[in-house]
């Protein structure tokens, strides 16, 4: 398909364990963002990624975040030793600078519940 | 720091009346503004942006945006709502010039349309 997809769509795991999302952006889109979003709250910011720049990891809420992102494609974000407190929906997002100013194009979301 | 402020969590409107979903924002520089619309379970889908030039901006969905640079505000409206433009609608900035090129996100307003 021609949008952003994200996998798994939904994610129920344990307190304590580390999970993987995925997030696969439009072809050619050379930026790429990951938000939370949690039940009555806005999209919180959390990594982006900017060509071979280096990621803006400031929305990071700790440690056990981090993301990656290979060969400019696939982005994955990962949670170490999750908590109930990261149950949210991860959504991810891909943009192409070039086509002009940062329209964001979304994904579905991965819900992610943390029993 | 950018700010963007949603003051209302929900709006009500009846079919076929005039709706108007409001936002304003804080940021250091030219404002680049967006709005998105999220339908149930559904990633967010893009609206309509200002970047600059004509104050009001027409997207999707026959919406339309009016950016007031003295008010720091820019609604999101449409002249006759449909029972099908009940979602959750989200308020955006960025401001490359001279603050942050990531958008921020107000928390998001609910828009219920009556039959």
């Known amino acids: 398909g021609a949008g952003v997809s994200q996998s798994p769509s939904n994610k129920v795991t344990e307190k304590g364990k580390d999970v993987e999302l995925r997030c696969d952006p439009i072809?050619?889109?050379?930026?790429l963002y990951w938000y939370r979003q949690s039940l009555g709250q806005g999209l919180e910011f959390l990594i982006y990624?900017?060509?071979?720049?280096?990621?803006?990891k400031s929305g990071l809420p700790s440690d056990r975040f981090s993301a990656e992102r290979t060969g400019g494609s696939v982005s994955t974000l990962t949670i170490q030793r999750t908590q109930q407190e990261d149950s949210a929906v991860y959504l991810c997002?891909?943009?192409?600078?070039?086509?002009?100013?940062?329209?964001?194009?979304f994904g579905p979301g991965t819900r992610l519940l943390v029993l | 720091a950018q700010s963007v402020a949603q003051p209302e969590d929900q709006v009500n409107v009846a079919e076929g009346n005039p709706l108007t979903v409001k936002c304003t924002y804080s940021?250091?520089?030219?404002?680049?503004l967006f709005w998105y619309v999220q339908y149930p379970n559904r990633g967010l889908q893009f609206l309509l942006k200002?970047?600059?030039?004509?104050?009001l901006v027409k997207g999707s969905y026959g919406f339309e945006a009016e950016f007031n640079k003295s008010q720091t505000s820019f609604h999101l409206k449409k002249p006759s709502a449909l029972v099908s433009d009940s979602a959750l609608y989200f308020c955006?900035?960025?401001?490359?010039?001279?603050?942050?090129?990531?958008?921020?996100f107000g928390r998001g307003t609910s828009l219920i349309v009556h039959p």
């Open positions: 990624f900017q060509g071979n720049s280096a990621p803006d």
């Open positions: 955006a900035v960025s401001a490359p010039s001279g603050g942050s090129y990531i958008p921020t």
């Open positions: 072809s050619g889109h050379t930026a």
């Open positions: 997002a891909s943009s192409s600078p070039t086509s002009g100013v940062e329209t964001q194009y």
């Open positions: 940021v250091s520089g030219n404002p680049y």
């Open positions: 200002y970047i600059t030039g004509d104050n």
